[in-house]
């Protein structure tokens, strides 16, 4: 794809986006509500960030304090080295144009077809209609709708629609894309294949992608990193596969273990969940640990999960009654490197 957005090009070494400190507050009547306290995260070049949290945490909130569509009440937020407080309006603007954003309802322009919908922006940044056409073609490819040119958004499917919206938020050359609950509205196999397009674009162009969503699913699909929002705070952030085996806060380990059916099973006691980060197998750990302690456990519950392209083991086991016994069990566990994370406090 050629950079046809080459005077935009965000120049820096440190993180592509940096929020310090952020802090946004709504006042209504004579209530005053903190959608965003004292957010801070660094998000590098090349990253798929997932920002997940329940509904009203605050992600729509701080991806609108990403682009300044919404000012901080305090804190600051950098892109590609440069304070958006400090910038003109002119610079904002171009700054913007530089961050590309989906939404859950792709937004398009339904009197127009699927090739205008994407000469749109381009025209908009001043390109020759020839030229944004041949642009808009090389587009359609990418997301791999060639036969859609002249067809209207109502004759697509809620994929296309997307694929389509995609195709527009690329056309200036954007350095990062902003992913607003941009599968919520799609069924998992099309929510999958959308996935796939997205991390095939972060890939090939670099793109650094923001995926916002309420979905744990989503973000172990694609996502690298991770930043949990919970009530307008930041539970927790960092590498997806750290999180997903060792979820350190109460609100990182519900979505991690975000399943009812675990949850009822977990209120037994001495529950453990081990997850296993080498590409190894449960069994013979668990087969030599009750040989060792001759003391049978019960596997609640045993799933593997494929994060960012890795299949990773997972299990619960319920161990002995007997304190001693599960404590030793427990060590044995640690020795042999897995991760072992004691559930029972969780769902008290
Ligand atoms: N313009 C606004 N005026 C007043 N309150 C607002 C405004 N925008 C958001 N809020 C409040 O800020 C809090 C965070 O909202 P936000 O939309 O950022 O959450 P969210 O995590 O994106 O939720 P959802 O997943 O439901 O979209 C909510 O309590 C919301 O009611």
Known sequence: ME??????????????????????????????????????????????????????????????????????????????????????????????????????????????????????????????????????????????????????????????????AIARALANNPEILLCDEATSALDPQTTKSILALLKDINAKYGITIIIITHEMSVVQEICSHVAILDNGSLAESGRVIDIFSSPKTKEARKLVLDDGEKIAIMKSRHCIRIVFTENSSFEPVIGNMILEYKSPVNILYADTRNINGTARGEMILQLPEKEETAQKMIEYLKERKLAVEEVEGYVD
């Open 3 to 164: 950079n046809g957005n080459r005077e935009l090009e965000i120049n820096s070494s440190g993180p592509i986006i940096r929020i310090q400190d952020v802090t946004k507050t709504y006042s209504a009547d004579k209530s005053t509500l903190h959608a965003l306290k004292n957010v801070s995260l660094d998000i590098n070049k090349g990253d798929i960030y997932g920002i997940i949290g329940m509904s009203g945490a605050g992600k729509s909130t701080l991806v609108r304090c990403l682009n300044f569509l919404e000012t901080p009440t305090s804190g600051t937020v950098t892109v590609g080295g440069k304070d958006l407080s400090k910038l003109s309006e002119k610079e904002l603007r171009k700054t913007r144009m530089n961050i590309a954003m989906i939404f859950q309802h792709f937004n398009l322009l339904m009197q127009r077809n699927v090739i205008d919908n994407i000469c749109f922006p381009l025209t908009i940044a001043g390109m020759g209609k020839k030229e944004a056409r041949k642009r808009a073609e090389e587009l359609l490819q990418i997301v791999g709708l060639e036969d859609k040119a002249k067809v209207y958004p109502s004759q697509l499917s809620g994929g296309q629609k997307q694929r389509v």
